[in-house]
């Protein structure tokens, strides 16, 4: 057998056709992919196949498990850093079993993969030389896809800066804009937000990964993408199956669930309330970045902050706390606690913004502030005499609790990060 019969120079109509000439010369499964291992092409011949193809073909795309699994042996990176094709022996605990693959590249750019099955019958030598020649075919190709796609995603996201920034008057102007640059629009949609917590700078391979994330869980489709500063700014939607509270907790949770475990960094994440109407894609906007700017501001307390139908009072504590800047006067209602705590060396106003974060839990209130219950009960007590007021008035713990949030911010996280509390 010779590789002189085998042609790759030739007009292929599209990638199933490369992979389908690439089969017939190996005689094997043939599976060709892209960067973000999407698949673009795979062989229509029915030879041996395993788990992991059968399940990339039908999701059209990589399973998360089987990419995790190869890039923790070291597998990915190998190949990635080799200018040949590889062989690479079966990793059965993710369904992989024997493959001859290449990395695709452009110079030093990655463009994708091709996988083929093997099962024993490749020709060492004459596989290999076949596999490359196709990578450069399939080279040509994918940067052709790669200019169309970059213009096309140029493209929806400049009409989805119209959307957040208010450009459009009109519903109709909208859709009109949507129907001449090819894009569908879903009946309705939330807007997500997400934040890294650390310096993470939200990059090309941090993007990567988000697509990842957000475009493979069930029952929720990612419809435009775009960043702002450090921030992934997310249009979705949930398709009709999907319990709306419940699908949008569990959707956010997993991206930054999923990003922080990959970027070794905290994700914050707000997610808005649903719209009908895409001229309200800018109060979406706004709805889902106040939820990550307050997580910001207060991360401790505002921790199970995520969707905009919970927010609460939450939504007006950046006003008073600027309303209270401005003014420059100081709460009332502290100030008997501050003084005492200042006089005798106290932690009274600790005391009581612990056991208001903890909801007035005794048990967890207590071992956040390293004391016997009986102890923080003691100095419930006197801070009742000190303040003549009792916690049991609501008006007057939501009072306190308000006062110490806009006015003791900067402390509240700092006691807060001092005792390593869990978020």
Request: net charge neutral.
């Amino acid at each position: 057998m010779t590789e002189a019969g085998v042609s790759f120079d030739r007009f292929f109509d599209n990638m199933e056709s490369l992979a389908d000439a690439i089969s017939e010369s190996l005689r094997s499964q043939v599976t060709i992919e892209d960067d973000n291992h999407h698949v673009v092409g795979y062989s229509s011949h029915q030879f041996e196949s395993d788990p992991a193809r059968i399940s990339t073909i039908i999701g059209k795309r990589v399973p998360d498990s089987v990419i995790i699994g190869l890039r923790k042996k070291g597998i990915m990176r190998q190949l990635e850093n080799t200018p040949h094709p590889i062989r690479i022996p079966g990793v059965m605990e993710i369904g992989l079993g024997p493959r001859l693959a290449m990395c695709i590249k452009h110079q030093k750019e990655v463009l994708g993969y091709i996988w083929v099955v093997d099962a024993g019958n490749l020709a060492e030598g004459y596989a290999e030389g076949i596999v490359e020649r196709a990578a450069s075919t399939a080279a040509r190709y994918l940067l052709k896809q790669r200019g169309w796609k970059s213009k096309q995603n140029q493209a929806r996201e400049d009409f989805f800066w119209k959307l957040l920034t208010s450009h459009y008057g009109t519903e109709q102007d909208i859709r009109r804009d949507a129907a001449e640059d090819g894009i569908d629009l879903p009946r309705g949609f939330y807007i997500g937000v997400f934040e890294p917590e650390t310096d993470r700078i939200v990059d090309e391979s941090f993007l990567m990964k988000f697509r990842q994330a957000a475009g493979g869980i069930p029952g929720v489709t990612p419809v435009f993408l775009t960043t702002e500063h450090n921030r992934v700014i997310l249009l979705f939607t949930l398709q009709p199956h999907v319990e709306e509270s419940e699908g949008l907790s569990s959707y956010m949770k997993s991206i930054a669930g999923q990003l922080g475990k990959s970027e070794d960094c905290r994700i914050s994440g707000g997610c808005s309330l649903y719209y009908g109407e895409y001229l309200s894609a800018a109060v979406a906007y706004t709805e889902a970045a106040s939820i990550v700017e307050i997580k910001r501001l207060l991360p401790f307390q505002a921790r199970e902050l995520l969707l905009y139908e919970g927010i609460g009072f939450w939504a007006h504590l950046p006003a008073i706390i600027e309303q209270k800047r401005s003014r420059g006067r100081r709460s009332p209602l502290l100030y008997p606690l501050k003084e005492h705590d200042r006089l005798h060396k106290t932690d009274f106003v600790k005391t009581i913004a612990v056991y208001l974060t903890f909801n007035g839990n005794l048990k967890e209130s207590a071992s956040f502030l390293h004391i016997h219950t009986n102890t923080l009960m003691y100095r419930l007590n006197r801070i009742a005499e000190i303040t003549g007021r009792e916690l049991k008035d609501t008006h007057y713990r939501f009072s306190i609790y308000l006062d110490i949030l806009t006015e003791e911010t900067r402390q509240l996280n700092q006691w807060f990060a001092q005792n390593g509390a869990s978020l």
